[in-house]
């Protein structure tokens, strides 16, 4: 079995770069959620288990919320082209910390992210993409269609429940036609 090594060299870091990160990690949920190791075993078990497709590369795959990018790194070493669309600077219900600790890691790591937030509209022609990929995020770019204590402060998704009703159908509804706008003939979605 081939052993997948991705890392971080700090070594090349500028000492900016690294006291900007330590600082992030200093905040205590970015403390107890940011792992990075763990983070890509996670990432390759969910590759293996859900979409070993993308092993054999030649894909091109949207990641919607990609925080850190572990899984879009994978996905390139696999040898597919990626991008990931993540939320607008103001407005990330997993925190601004963890929004700026994911920039700075996507920004380390040369991943292709966009920070506008996916309110159901993308930049990609049709049938450009392969494979969709959100892992927990939906939740977090329709958090408005969500009833309970905000995700940004509790961090606790549980809590929260749909608001369900015609603003729902319509959002999603756009959401699922800008997927199959995008998709590849046969593309697959993981949600």
């Known amino acids: 079995m081939q052993k997948i090594l991705i890392k ?7 000492p900016e770069w690294e ?4 600082k992030l990690l200093t905040d205590p949920f970015l403390k107890k959620k940011y792992n990075r190791e763990r983070r890509i075993r996670e990432k390759k078990a969910y590759i293996n288990e859900n979409c070993p497709s993308l092993k054999t590369g030649g894909k091109t795959v949207l990641d919607i919320g990609p925080g850190p ?6 996905c390139r070493h696999y040898g597919n082209r990626v991008f990931g669309i993540d939320a607008a600077p103001d407005d990330c219900e997993m925190g601004e910390n963890y929004l700026k600790l994911s920039k700075m890691m996507c920004e380390r790591q040369k991943l ?10 993308t930049k990609f022609y049709s049938n450009m993409i392969d494979f969709i990929n959100s892992q927990g995020a939906i939740e977090q770019c329709f958090y408005d269609l969500l009833e309970g204590p905000p995700h940004r402060e509790t961090h606790m998704a549980g809590l929260l429940s749909w608001k369900k009703g015609p603003e729902m159908h319509k959002r999603f509804i756009d959401m699922w036609t800008e997927f199959f706008r995008i998709l590849t003939p046969g593309g697959n979605v993981m949600l």
Do not use: C, I, Q, W
């Open 8 to 14: 971080l060299s700090l070594n090349n870091a500028t």
């Open 112 to 121: 292709s992210v966009d920070y506008t937030g996916f309110s159901g509209k």
């Open 19 to 22: 006291r900007k990160f330590k």
């Open 69 to 74: 990018g572990e899984f879009l790194e994978l």
